[in-house]
């Protein structure tokens, strides 16, 4: 599999969410959608898309319900998620 580069710098104190994606319209909202239902600051973003796969890196606060890994998970579009701490 042939992944698009992304870089996004770390920012110290916060959690990361990867995920990666069949690449469709809408997954972007869908996540940020999923997060905002929970309360969910996005502190940095960066989303990056290479033929029929995307890769997005979403860094958040600390404090989050787990919840919404599952929530993330279970989308259709879902390849993979990893939550990096």
Do not use: F, W
Request: proline share 5%; charged share 20%.
């Amino acid at each position: 599999m042939n992944l698009p580069g992304v870089a996004l710098p770390e920012l110290p104190g916060m959690h990361r969410i990867v995920h990666m994606h069949k690449n469709t319209p809408g997954v972007l909202a869908d996540v940020n959608r999923i997060l905002a239902e929970h309360n969910v600051n996005i502190e940095g973003q960066m989303l990056s898309t290479r033929g029929e796969y995307g890769y997005l890196i979403t860094d958040i606060a600390t404090g989050y319900s787990e919840d919404v890994l599952t929530r993330l998970q279970a989308m259709e579009q879902t390849v993979r998620l990893r939550a990096l701490c």
